[in-house]
C-alpha cells in the first residue's frame, strides 16, 4: 500500500544489484516522501525510527555551535542514504538534517527493515554491506577533509 | 640587446587591477609596459619578480585587455607576499611563459571534466576560458572546485557567468554554515554526482598533491583512461628554462617537461615517496 | 729510444686529422703561439698539495713530474719517478668552473617609481662584452666528455647561463691517457682513455729516459693555426703505433668499472631498493661529490638589493641537490631524507639525465670517490644496486613458481 514496488527501488544507486525478493520486502516498508526546501527531516537528538534514500535534490547535516552559529557537517544528494544511526544504539541522530532545495526521497520504517533483517539473514548482509560502503567513503571522505589540504602550510617544526 | 630579445630578463608588466579573492589570495590583472611575452597556452605558468625580492612561478590564469595578463597569487612567502600586496599602478616583472599547457583542444567532440582544488582553480580559469570560447567543440563542459570555506573559494563571483557560458559547476566545501546553497565535502564526491561517461571524457586536475592522486583514482575507478586525465604537478622552481636542476620528478623536469603531464606519465612517479 | 720523424722541418701545413710530433722544450712556445693568438691558458699546476686549474703564465708551470695517490677519500701528490707533466688525474677542480662560474651576476636593475629598469646585464663587463679567449690545456678525454655534458644542459643560449658564448671562446688541448688512476673507470663510461672528436688540438705524451716528446692529433682549423708558429715535424708511423698502443693499454687497467649497459633501467628499478639506506647511512649529504664532478650544473639563483633600496642585483650560483632547501616545496623538502637526496643525486647522474640530456651524466673520471670525505664509491653502489636487482629477480622468479 505505499506506492513503491520492487522496480522503483531498483532504479536506486544505492540499492543496485539487490535481489528482487529482497528489494519487494524493502519495497513494502517505505514510501514516496517528498520534503520542501527548508524542512527539517530530524534534529540531534530525536531517535532514529526513518532513513531515506534520496532520489534528487540536497539535503544538509547541520549541528548547532554556540554563538549562533549553525554548522554544515556534510550535504548529501541524488543516489545517497541519509541516516546511519538506526542500525546501531542509542538510535539517536547526531545531527540535524535540512532540505536545502526541494528534495524527493523514498522513506523507511527504520524498525520494520530491522525486523525483516532479523528474519532474513541475506538481506540483512546486503544491506549491510551497502550501508558499510556508503559509510567507509563518507569516513575516507572525511578523514581527506581533516587534512585540510587546502590550507597554507606552515613550515615544518620539530624534530632536530 | 632588448628586453624583448633577451629572453630571461623579467619584461615589465604593470599592475591594472587587484582583486582581492580570498584572505590570502590576490588576482592581479597585469598589461606589460614595453613588449609583452609570447602568447600563453592554458597551463602555463610565468616567473613573477617582486623588484628587489625575489622570484616565484605562478600560473597564468587567462589573458587580460592589452595583451595583458591574469595571474592569482596565495601569499605564503615574502616574494608571495610582496606580490599580492602590489597596488594598481606597480610595475613588477614577468618572465614566460614557461611549460606545457593543458592541451584543451584535444577534448574537442568530447566531455571536459575540469576537477580544482584551492587555489589549483586557477591554472584551470585559463583553460576552461578556452573551451566556453569555443563551445561548440565540446559536448558536457563540467567545472568541479573544491575549497576550504565558502570565504576561500576563489573566482567566486565568475561562477554565474561560466555558468551562462554553458558550462555545469558545482562547489563543494570543507566547512561552511547553515545558508551555503552549495556542497559540504571532498571534491571527489561531487564526481559520483555527474554521471561521468568514462568512455568520453578528459579530465583535467588541479590542486594539492593528495586531492589530485584521489581524484584520478576515483576517475579511474569509472573507467577513464590514465592517458586522459592530466594534472598539473608543482616542485621548486627557480629559472624556469631547464638549467637549474630544482624542479626534477624523476625523468621529468618539470619546467619543460610539465607542469602538465599526462597521469600515464605522473602515477607511478607520485607514488614514489620522496622522489 | 727515439721518436722517428724527420727531424728539424717545420711543417707549417698541419691539417685537421694530421698528426704531429714535437718535444717538450717546445712546449714554451705553444704557449707563446696560445698567447699570440689572444688566449689565457688555463691548465693543471701544483697548489696547496694538490694539483689544481688554473692561469698558466708558461710551460714551466705545469706538474712536470708529478703524480698523484688516488683512494675512496683520499688524495695525496706523490713524486713521479719521471717527468711526465700529464701523469696525474682526478684533481678537485673542473674546467667547469671557467665556462659555468660558481657565482656570477646576471643582471643589475634600478628600482624606482614604482617599478624597476634593468641596466646592466651580464657581470661588470656587461653581458654583450666578449668573454675572455681561454685555451683549456691539458683536458683528460673524461673532461672533454664532461664538457661536451653540460654543452648539451646549458649550452643553447637560451637560458640564464652565458655559457654558449663563453665556450665559443674557448680553445681545447686535450691529452691522452696513458697512465689511468686508480679510481678512474672512462673506459667503462665509453669517454677515454682517448679522447673524442671535440678537441682542436690532443696531445699524447710520450716519456723514455731523456726523451719527452708529445705526439699531437690536430682537430681544427684553430688547432692547426695554433700550431703553425710551433716547431714540429710529421709524426713516424712508429711513433704513432707507440702512442695509440700506450692509450689503448690504458684501457686495460682502469682501476674500476661500471656495466657497460642497463644503467638507466637499473636506476629507474632502484627507487626502491633497500641499498639506499645502507649509502645514507654513510653520507653526510655535504655535496664534495656535486663540487668536484664535472657535470654537475644545478644553480640557484639569488635577488639582493643594496641598503639603499634603490638598486637591486640577481646573482646566479652552484647549488647541490644535497641542500635540504634544495626541493623546498609547501613548508618542507620534498626530498628531506639523506636517503632520498643521495638515491636523488645518483639516479640522475646514471639514469634519469639519459632522460632529460639523452646521454650518461657521468663520465668515469673518478672525482666524486676520491673528494668524498668517506669514500663512498659510486662503481661499488651500482654494483650493489644491481646485485640487489637481481636478487629481487631470481626471488621473484621463485615465487612465481608457486613452490613453497
Known amino acids: ?160 | 640587446m632588448s628586453q624583448a630579445t633577451a629572453p630571461v630578463l623579467p619584461a615589465r608588466y604593470q599592475v591594472v587591477e587587484r582583486q582581492e579573492e580570498t584572505h590570502d589570495t590576490v588576482t592581479l590583472c597585469l598589461r606589460p609596459v614595453d613588449q609583452p611575452i609570447p602568447a600563453y597556452r592554458p597551463g602555463q605558468f610565468t616567473m613573477l619578480y617582486a623588484p628587489g625580492i625575489g622570484e616565484v612561478p605562478v600560473s597564468i590564469s587567462g589573458t587580460g585587455p592589452e595583451l595583458g595578463l591574469v595571474q592569482t597569487v596565495r601569499a605564503v612567502g615574502a616574494v608571495t607576499r610582496a606580490l599580492c600586496a602590489c597596488p594598481p599602478g606597480r610595475v613588477i616583472g614577468v618572465r614566460g611563459p614557461y611549460g606545457t599547457h593543458w592541451d584543451v583542444a584535444s577534448a574537442a567532440g568530447d566531455d571536459l571534466l575540469i576537477v580544482a582544488g584551492g587555489i589549483g582553480l586557477a591554472p584551470l580559469r585559463g583553460a576552461l576560458l578556452a573551451a566556453l570560447g569555443h563551445r561548440e567543440r565540446y559536448r558536457r563542459v563540467v567545472v568541479l572546485a573544491g575549497a576550504r570555506s565558502p570565504e576561500e573559494l576563489v573566482f567566486a563571483r565568475e561562477l554565474d557567468e561560466w555558468r551562462r557560458g554553458g558550462a555545469e559547476v558545482a562547489v563543494t566545501v570543507d566547512q561552511a554554515v547553515v545558508g551555503w546553497a552549495g556542497h559540504v565535502g571532498v571534491v571527489t564526491q561531487l564526481i559520483g554526482r555527474v554521471d561521468v561517461d568514462s568512455a568520453r571524457t578528459t579530465a583535467l586536475i588541479c590542486g594539492p598533491e593528495v586531492m589530485m592522486r584521489l581524484t584520478a583514482r576515483e576517475l579511474r575507478a569509472l573507467g577513464v583512461p590514465a592517458t586522459r586525465i592530466r594534472v598539473s604537478l608543482e616542485r621548486n622552481m627557480r629559472c624556469g628554462v631547464a638549467e637549474c636542476g630544482h624542479c626534477q620528478l624523476g625523468p621529468l623536469l618539470l619546467c619543460r617537461d610539465g607542469p602538465v603531464i599526462s597521469y600515464q606519465v605522473a602515477m607511478p612517479l607520485l607514488a614514489i615517496r620522496e622522489l | 729510444m727515439t721518436f722517428p720523424g724527420r727531424v728539424g722541418a717545420v711543417n707549417n701545413a698541419s691539417e685537421p686529422g694530421s698528426v704531429r710530433l714535437m718535444e717538450a722544450a717546445a712546449l714554451d712556445l705553444l704557449f707563446t703561439s696560445l698567447h699570440e693568438a689572444g688566449y689565457r691558458v688555463i691548465g693543471p699546476t701544483v697548489a696547496d698539495g694538490a694539483i689544481v686549474l688554473g692561469e698558466l703564465a708558461a710551460a714551466g708551470d705545469l706538474p712536470f713530474g708529478w703524480g698523484v695517490q688516488l683512494e675512496p677519500g683520499g688524495y695525496r701528490l706523490r713524486r713521479r719517478g719521471d717527468t711526465a707533466a700529464f701523469g696525474h688525474s682526478a684533481g678537485p677542480g673542473s674546467w667547469k668552473q671557467f665556462l659555468h662560474p660558481p657565482r656570477e651576476k646576471l643582471w643589475s636593475a634600478r628600482l624606482a617609481e614604482g617599478g624597476f629598469e634593468i641596466g646592466q646585464t651580464g657581470d661588470d663587463s656587461g653581458r654583450d662584452a666578449e668573454p675572455p679567449r681561454l685555451a683549456f690545456f691539458g683536458v683528460r678525454p673524461c673532461d672533454l666528455r664532461a664538457i661536451q655534458v653540460q654543452d648539451q644542459v646549458l649550452g643553447s643560449g637560451r637560458g640564464n647561463s652565458r655559457y654558449a658564448a663563453r665556450r665559443a671562446a674557448v680553445l681545447i688541448v686535450a691529452v691522452n691517457c696513458t697512465e689511468p688512476g686508480e679510481t678512474c673507470f672512462c673506459t667503462s663510461m665509453g669517454t677515454g682513455p682517448g679522447a673524442g672528436p671535440g678537441y682542436d688540438l690532443a696531445l699524447t705524451e710520450l716519456v723514455s729516459g731523456d726523451r719527452h716528446a708529445f705526439l699531437v692529433d690536430v682537430g681544427t682549423e684553430a688547432g692547426a693555426s695554433v700550431l703553425a708558429g710551433v716547431p714540429h715535424v710529421n709524426a713516424g708511423a712508429a711513433t704513432i703505433d707507440r702512442a695509440r698502443s700506450a692509450v689503448a693499454d690504458a684501457s686495460e687497467h682502469m682501476g674500476r668499472s661500471m656495466p657497460a649497459a642497463g644503467l638507466r633501467e637499473l636506476m629507474a628499478g632502484s627507487y626502491d631498493a633497500a641499498r639506499w639506506d645502507d649509502v645514507a647511512s654513510r653520507c653526510l649529504t655535504c655535496g664534495n661529490c656535486t663540487l668536484a664532478c664535472p657535470t654537475c650544473f644545478c644553480t640557484e639563483v639569488e635577488d639582493v638589493t643594496d641598503l639603499s633600496g634603490d638598486h637591486a642585483e640577481r646573482w646566479q650560483h652552484w647549488a647541490s641537490c644535497f641542500d635540504l632547501d634544495f626541493s623546498y616545496l609547501h613548508g618542507g623538502p620534498v626530498r628531506s631524507s639523506a636517503r632520498s637526496r643521495y638515491r636523488q643525486w645518483l639516479t640522475h647522474k646514471l639514469g634519469t639525465w639519459h632522460d632529460q640530456f639523452d646521454s650518461s651524466g657521468c663520465v668515469g673520471c673518478g672525482r666524486c670517490i676520491v673528494w668524498c670525505p668517506v669514500g663512498i664509491d659510486i662503481t661499488e653502489e651500482v654494483a650493489a644496486l644491481q646485485a640487489e636487482a637481481q636478487d629481487r629477480k631470481t626471488g621473484d622468479a621463485g615465487t612465481q613458481d608457486g613452490a613453497p
Request: charged residues 15%; proline residues 5%.
Open chain 1, 1 to 160: 500500500m505505499s506506492g513503491v514496488t520492487p522496480a522503483d527501488l531498483a532504479g536506486h544507486p544505492f540499492l543496485r544489484g539487490m535481489a528482487d525478493g529482497h528489494l519487494a520486502v524493502l519495497a513494502r516498508v517505505c514510501w514516496v516522501a517528498p520534503v520542501r526546501k527548508g524542512h527539517q527531516l530530524f534534529a540531534e537528538g530525536d531517535t532514529a525510527r526513518r532513513f531515506w534514500l534520496i532520489r534528487s535534490g540536497h539535503v544538509a547535516l547541520d549541528v548547532h555551535a554556540p554563538g549562533g552559529r549553525q554548522l554544515i557537517v556534510e550535504t548529501l544528494g541524488q543516489g545517497d542514504l541519509l541516516g546511519l544511526s538506526w542500525l546501531v544504539p542509542p538510535y539517536q541522530w547526531q545531527f540535524g538534517a535540512t532540505a536545502v532545495q526541494d528534495t524527493m526521497t523514498f522513506e523507511f520504517n527504520a524498525a520494520a527493515v530491522q525486523a525483516a533483517c532479523e528474519s532474513d539473514a541475506d538481506l540483512g548482509y546486503q544491506l549491510l554491506q551497502r550501508v558499510m560502503s556508503a559509510a567507509l567513503s563518507r569516513l575516507q571522505a572525511t578523514r581527506v577533509r581533516m587534512l585540510d589540504l587546502y590550507a597554507a602550510s606552515a613550515p615544518v617544526r620539530g624534530g632536530p
